[in-house]
């Protein structure tokens, strides 16, 4: 099928460095009301900056990453596994992934609300379920692809998991990423087509780091498929999800917002106790890939 190829303008953002505190702009709304998020620093509230402003971006690596800083390519990425799998002493039933959500993707500027992956929107966390506009939880890697279902493991891991409109988390269903199609009308700056889905410019960065960790984390050795990406779309069941180049060119477009390093830290400290090396170091991603 052909796609239809868009150059967005306005995108001149370059990755940060590892030696800067985090201080980039969150992808939160200007106000509690349900609306897109966007990444403006005049809106990240000064509670959220002072809850995130210790963590600086290469606070782990005498420590949690020293096994991997210095490496690259397959040394890189062996290690990475090997760091993020066996620091995962939290794991998580379905269940309790609803309100585990809850907490990762809180509001800053509104604590009874979440951020909704995709639309962008700030929406109650007790809105949660099966009705079309309620917020569900989406599988950004998704689970059909390797069929590891819902059961503990891929299936339950935080960081590829977020809250999503059930209705935009239907329109994507199981297909790769890719650039071009139809708009979401419930969504606007998503794409679609009948084998790929494009999220907004704001979530892009974040798509790309959560589908490199689940390559990295799970790579057939625990019982769970190897899952990998590759540079096609249509995948199917197949343990692969694409299209790489795609998603490194999303990463690099789209650095690691405040949002999402918060989410990051949360799950580690409070949930999983892995990070997503990939939030920590963007850079890594052209180092394995």
């Known amino acids: ?31 509690a009301t349900a609306g897109p998020a966007h990444r403006t620093s005049g809106s990240e509230t000064a509670a959220h900056r002072a809850s995130i402003s210790s963590i600086s971006v290469g606070a782990y690596d005498d420590t949690y990453y020293k096994d991997a800083v210095g490496k690259t390519g397959k040394a890189l990425k062996d290690a990475l596994h090997r760091i993020i799998s066996s620091t995962q002493t939290g794991k998580l039933t379905y269940s309790q992934v609803w309100d585990a959500l ?81 708009e979401v009308g419930e969504a606007p700056g998503n794409y679609t087509d009948g084998d790929s889905f494009e999220p907004r410019d704001a979530d892009k960065g974040d798509v790309a780091r959560m589908i490199l960790y689940m390559a990295v984390r799970y790579d057939g050795g625990d019982g769970f498929p190897d899952l990998e990406p590759n540079d096609t779309v249509g995948n199917g069941s197949k343990p692969n999800i694409g299209r ?23 799950i580690f400290d409070k949930y999983q106790h892995n990070r997503n090396p990939f939030v920590d170091h963007p850079e890594w991603v052209n180092e394995i890939w």
């Open 1 to 31: 099928m052909d796609k239809t190829h868009r150059t967005h303008r306005g995108r001149a953002l370059a990755l940060a460095t590892v030696t800067v505190v985090v201080a980039v702009a969150a992808q939160i709304p200007a106000s």
């Open 102 to 182: 809850k907490n990762t993707d809180q509001d800053p500027a509104n604590s009874a609300n979440v951020i909704l992956l995709y639309s962008g929107k700030s929406q109650s966390k007790n809105s949660n379920g099966g009705n079309p506009d309620d917020w569900n939880r989406e599988h950004v890697w998704a689970k059909s692809h390797g069929d590891f279902g819902t059961a503990t493991g891929p299936g339950t891991d935080l960081h590829h998991l977020r809250p999503a409109d059930v209705s935009v988390n239907s329109t994507r269903g199981d297909k790769d990423f890719d650039n071009g199609g139809t």
């Open 244 to 266: 790489i180049s795609v998603l490194k060119e999303w990463s690099r477009q789209d650095p690691p917002s405040a949002f999402e390093k918060r989410r990051n830290q949360v």
